[in-house]
């Protein structure tokens, strides 16, 4: 028995008695531990649990329906947007699954879409709360991710909601960013209509600091959230960039999602790594440009989705690394050229990534008719000054900024969409908290479990489903066709059962078979975390339990 460990007892206690060895009892504790997905997934969403759902159905006695929209009302539990995210979040939360480790992590993104996707087909609705004991008067500046995310989570706990937004409809750079060919408007609208359908009063086409002041929204509110995204776009800062024929990211992408793109030429250059570079240099290339995009460090440090880039490149965009823009060259009607600056790789900088360092003299030139800045954004606080300064530096972990209220999104932090709609959640939980008169505190951080703690060899193979995209021929020729496509049913159910429930019980029943001393018995109530039931009384200590339990449930108690 591995587990049951020897020592020495009484060994030598002065009186002359001889050394005897004592063996310890190793007991099991059934404690839930948390899955590293959840750690990493931005908007906090419970994955294990919408998994288990699904995947653990029959043990459960759902049907494959059931079993679907209870997943999906889990997810929207913490994401109103799962059709949104499961197609446009980075999923960091696969880069720290424990699956990685055997034949690839779990692929929650592509089940996130597919589960997203079917509450909109089986036309579910957001599920509401306990209406507060008084309902309050809340607030919304701004109609992105974040501000969605907060409205939803107040309105569904019965609060009366107005949503002010200075676009014409809401999404922010869902809607006025992020291309249709990722991200289809029919998703997003459906998506977002249900926040709506919650009863939240939407403003749209108002702008908090020009149409209606700071403090007559004050006046008004008991409460408010400050979601007003990052779109201000900063510049370069070089010779030429000034005057015609140079755009910014944002404006770009603008106008291309609303049908009215600028004029840009045969030739354009964006510079930047991140998404909204990558975003305007394929929106430049649906437009029928030849595309060149300049980053001043290595791919590895490029902040776009991986997955982006790869197929910017496959629709025949270059990207020049270690490159840098020196000067704008122009001729009469507008640019007709940059000069770039050839970068080393340097030392390490304050984010951890290595500094990209000019090589003297090491210069080339680039013939273009546009040039695209997308370097990074900034919020534009213009008649919000009073609360600028308190967002950047006061915001605590929950995003307070004053006595009610609250701030979230690329605002305070430049961000993801994911990031966005957990600011929003944990905003709105702590206003409802201070609302009813409690403290709310910051997001407890317990650390999550690890294949150490696991028994990884106790699980059966399973690849990893492969998703897939439609022909690469018809990506520019459908220039707003959705290119990622869903997996299949069939997909779905053996993919969520790759899922190791890390750190919970998922009813392997392997303690129940191998325990002699039979001190696990099957549980009334069941379900994920409590499938049996550990009578102690009965537990004759051998700790073979905790040896054969696959995902960490069971740990080790020692006597
Ligand atoms: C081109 C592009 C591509 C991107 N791609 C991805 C991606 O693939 N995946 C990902 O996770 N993230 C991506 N991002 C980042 C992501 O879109 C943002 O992190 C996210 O939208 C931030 O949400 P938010 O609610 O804070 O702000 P926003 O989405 O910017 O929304 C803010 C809203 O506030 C409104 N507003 C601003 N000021 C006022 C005011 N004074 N009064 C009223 N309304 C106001 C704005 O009009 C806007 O609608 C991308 C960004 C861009 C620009
Ligand atoms: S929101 Fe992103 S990080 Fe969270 S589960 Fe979905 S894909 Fe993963
Ligand atoms: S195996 Fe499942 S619970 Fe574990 S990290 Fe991956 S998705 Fe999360
Ligand atoms: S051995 Fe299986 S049934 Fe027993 S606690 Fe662990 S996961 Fe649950």
Same mark, same amino acid.
Request: aromatic fraction near 6%; glycine fraction near 10%; include cysteine.
């Given at each position: ?34 899955? #590293? ?27 494959? $329906?059931?079993?679907? $929209? ?13 059709? *949104? ?13 424990? /699956? ?71 999404? %922010? ?29 939407? /403003?749209?086409?108002?702008?908090? %600091? ?26 370069? &800062? ?23 793109? =600028? ?5 354009? *250059?964006? *510079? ?13 290339? /649906? ?8 980053? +001043?460090?290595? &791919? ?47 030392? =390490? ?5 290595? &500094?990209? *360092? ?9 013939? !273009? ?6 370097? @990074? ?24 900024? %004053? ?9 305070? &932090? ?8 957990? $600011?929003?959640? +944990? ?5 409802? !908290? ?5 403290? #709310? @505190?910051? =997001? ?45 049913? $069939? ?6 059962? /790759? ?23 099957? @549980? ?36």
């Amino acid at each position: 028995m591995r587990f049951h460990k020897a020592s020495k007892a009484g060994q030598d206690d002065g009186q002359g008695k001889s050394a005897h060895w004592k063996a310890e009892l190793i007991r099991p504790v059934q404690a839930e531990k948390e899955p #590293p997905c959840r750690a990493r997934c931005p908007s906090g969403t419970d994955i294990r649990g919408w998994l288990a759902s699904i995947a653990q159905r029959e043990r459960r006695g759902l049907d494959r $329906d059931a079993a679907l $929209d209870l997943a999906w009302t889990q997810l929207a539990h913490h994401n109103p947007l799962p059709a *949104v995210l499961g197609r446009v979040c980075p999923h960091p939360c696969e880069n720290e699954c424990n /699956r990685a480790a055997r034949e690839g992590a779990v692929a929650i993104h592509a089940l996130e879409r597919y589960v997203g996707d079917w509450g909109i087909e089986r036309g579910l609705a957001l599920p509401r709360l306990q209406a507060a004991l008084k309902p309050r008067r809340i607030g919304v500046v701004g109609a992105g991710p974040a501000g969605l995310s907060f409205a939803y989570q107040m309105a569904r706990r019965g609060h009366a909601v107005t949503l002010y937004e200075h676009q014409p409809k809401p999404g %922010g750079m869902l809607r006025y960013g992020i291309p249709d060919y990722r991200l289809p408007r029919t998703v997003l609208d459906a998506e977002l209509a249900r926040i709506l359908d919650l009863g939240v009063e939407p /403003r749209f086409g108002v702008r908090i %600091g020009r149409d209606i002041s700071l403090d007559e929204l004050r006046s008004r509110h008991e409460a408010l959230f400050i979601g007003i995204g990052a779109s201000a776009p900063l510049h370069l &800062r070089i010779e030429g960039e000034e005057g015609q024929g140079v755009w910014s990211g944002i404006e770009l992408m603008e106008r291309y999602n609303e049908s009215d793109p =600028p004029q840009l030429g045969a030739r354009v *250059v964006v *510079v930047g790594g991140g998404n909204t570079a990558v975003d305007a240099a394929r929106a430049a290339r /649906r437009l029928g440009a030849e595309v060149t995009v300049l980053y +001043r460090r290595t &791919r590895n440090e490029m902040p776009a989705i991986d997955e982006e880039v790869d197929d910017a490149l496959g629709e025949g965009i270059e990207i020049h690394y270690l490159a840098a823009p020196i000067a704008v060259l122009r001729g009469p009607q507008g640019p007709v050229g940059l000069t770039v600056q050839r970068m080393a790789v340097g030392q =390490p900088d304050a984010s951890g990534r290595a &500094r990209p *360092v000019p090589i003297p003299g090491d210069t080339y030139e680039l013939d !273009m008719d546009s040039l695209v800045v997308a370097v @990074s954004q900034q919020s534009d606080w213009s008649g919000l000054g009073a609360l600028e300064s308190t967002a950047k530096v006061n915001a605590d972990e929950l995003g307070a900024i %004053g006595a009610r209220a609250f701030c979230g999104g690329d605002a305070r &932090r430049l961000g993801t969409v994911a990031k966005a709609v957990g $600011d929003g959640r +944990r905003a709105a939980e702590a206003l409802s !908290m201070l609302l009813e008169g409690a403290t #709310p @505190s910051p =997001p407890a951080h317990r650390p999550p479990v690890r294949p150490e703690a696991m028994h990884l060899n106790l699980y059966p193979s399973a690849p990893r489903v492969e998703t897939r995209t439609t022909p690469r021929e018809h990506w520019l020729a459908e220039p707003h066709s959705e290119i990622h496509r869903r997996i299949s049913g $069939d997909e779905l159910d053996a993919e969520v059962r /790759r899922c190791l429930s890390c750190g919970s019980c998922f009813g392997c029943e392997h303690c129940f078979m191998y325990c002699v001393a039979q001190a696990y018995e099957p @549980s009334a109530s069941g379900g994920p975390g409590a499938y049996f039931r550990y009578d102690a009384s009965l537990c004759e200590g051998c700790g073979k339990c905790i040896e054969i339990c696959p995902c960490g449930f069971l740990s080790p108690a020692i006597d």
